[in-house]
């Protein structure tokens, strides 16, 4: 047997050429012994950097500490969009956390890799770059929950958040609710974030995405407070299903049919994303060039 057939070299792609494949045979198994490593390694990342960590989970704080501040004030003793002073409390903080089980930042790094070529190691493996995201984002939740869990329920406390509307019914339907915008946020974002790969600065399209997000989502205010139009606008996009739904799920605001259709759009808009994360990556690595690692 010669050298070249025992240890065989794979060529790295070359502009117009397609990315290279995942193994014939990866099996189920591989994949999942695959995951149970790259979590491990990721999850020892978080952890000795967890400084790192806590300063992302205080930045995570403030923001929903202002915007309860600013609606409390704007309830006063009455009610804004369905919502009481105690009650604006109680969404937003639910918000913080869901938030946080939900968000990704590939998207705003998306462009470092592929301008200095540290995506080219990753295509170069025998599975999709997309797995390795899903442990190093996973990993990282479970690491800055720490943090977040107590300061929702410090807050809770210090200011009186009304959570009359949760009961054992509701976190049970919360849960699936979350886990499907979990799944739903991750794709789209890294839809847009393989938009790094046409364009050469993507942090303006990402500043667009994201403040759309946060206002159509629910972030910055329940949806029940914009205008009726607004709010038909936005129950046509992936953002309220993200964030808003699983929130007014977990507080009681969606039961019943309107309980349904929220799983639905979850799954509906879950199809969608996945159909255009196939295009998009199979059209994207075909054209990938880049100079570096």
Known sequence: MTDAERFPVREVDRPGTAAPQPA??????????????????????????????????????????????????????????????????????????????????????????????AFSPLLLRPVHPIHNDVCENVSYKLVGLVGIVPAAVLLAVVFDADLTGTTPATVLAFLPAVLLAMVLRFVVEWCVALSAFWLTKVSALNAVFFSLFTFLGGQFAPLSVLPGWMQAVAAWTPFPWTLAHPVEVLLGRRTGGELLVGYGAQLAWIVVALVVLRVLWSRATRRYSAVGA
Request: glycine share 8%; charged share 10%; net charge positive.
């Open 24 to 117: 014939p045979g990866f099996s189920p198994a591989a994949l999942g012994l695959y995951y149970r490593r790259q979590f491990a390694s990721a999850l020892a990342n978080n952890l000795a950097y967890r400084g790192a960590v806590a300063i992302w989970v205080v930045t995570s704080v403030i923001h929903p500490l202002v915007f309860i501040v600013v609606w409390r004030t704007v309830a006063g003793s009455g009610s804004t969009g369905g919502y009481t002073a105690d009650q604006f409390v109680a969404y937003f903080l639910v918000m913080m956390v869901v938030d946080h089980l939900t968000f990704i930042w590939h998207m705003w790094e998306f462009e470092y890799r592929i301008r200095t070529g």
